[in-house]
């Protein structure tokens, strides 16, 4: 008999990720595919395996064959196709990294969405309109297929206007120049598995590290964000892989004006040189960093360490106080020293952690006499896609919610 299946789909530049999900007849998703085109249009390579972690392709491609996301979706659809023959494509959930301000939850995608979206390319033009060429290629190629657009902004919509303002002339705010934040599906995701994992502080004030390549904090009140360190873009907030974190607007009117960078260079060094790469010299990869006895090396994870924890106070602040903590995404998951050096830092907000239970990765590692609790949890924004996918489906929600 005939399953049904999900695929997630998160479009950058270069990459093409996508997971599939099958559907069982309790509606309950189990992952069956996982993989990702890296190199498009330099060096195409296709890797996937299925949910134990077995390798089940790993193959080069010629940039003829794969010179743009939509070779990567047509390349990745027919492999799937060939893998998945008796599956039936119930529908297919984007990553969509911009909302903008009318968009608060996931929404079906019709052409009228799809204009709106397009509309919202300026705010994020480095990565909408890949997440938008990998929906059109599809709709080309399967037009009956149902695509449902899941914002990483979204989450933040619901937060209070002080946190969404900055201090320009108001016709900027009209504009929609605001704080957006971002990783939203991944806090979500956290805060439906906090009920789970942690249920005396899911209804709690609980700041959240998502510590990745990217990185972001968010402030959650009751599973609800209510401040978060990314702003208007991905840059803001604490130092990353490539990214430099907040920064002194002064810097950039420097750089502009005496060192006289163009557009194009400032981009380039906010988004692909900055951060630990910069700092370092070395890499953009904490493991590396960690290893490392230079001391631009030791230097670039203190400053990591350091300004985390000033946006741990800053958050605490918003909220008043602290219940809980969890930490998430690739440092967040795997890097017991990072989280050590972290939480040490953060003892007088009454976080006392348990060592042990940290180098084992958790779920809890904090000691039982702690004021904060805290947690590791790992994220699942490809599982939250697929689970909003399948509500949208199941209930028919056309258009979704546009405020
Ligand atoms: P992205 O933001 O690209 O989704 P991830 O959440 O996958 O990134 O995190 C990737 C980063 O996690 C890597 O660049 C690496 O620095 C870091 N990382 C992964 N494993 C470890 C580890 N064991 N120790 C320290 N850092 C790690």
Redesign the pocket.
Known sequence: MNSSIILVVNAGSSSLKFSVFRVDDAGNLQLVVRGQMDGIGTRPCLKARNSTGTMLVESDFTISEVATVGDAISLVGTWLRERLQHESLLAVGHRVVHGGTQFSSPVLINTEIHTMLEQLIPLAPLHQPHNLAAIRAIREKQPQVPQVACFDTAFHRAHPQIADLYALPWEYYESGVRRYGFHGLSYEYITTMLPKIAPKIADGRVIVAHL???ASLCALQAGKSVDSTMGFSPLDGVPM?TRPGALDPGVLLHLTNQCGLSSAELEKLLYQESGLLGLSGIS????IL?ESHESRAELAVEYFVHYTVKQIGALAAVLGGVDGMVFT???GE??PV?RERILQACAWLGVSIDAAANVRGGPCISSADSRVSVWVIPTNEELMIARHTLALINHGKGGGQVE
């Open positions: 990745g390549n990217g892989g953009n990869d904490m493991r960690l995404a690739g440092i795997h890097s990072i």
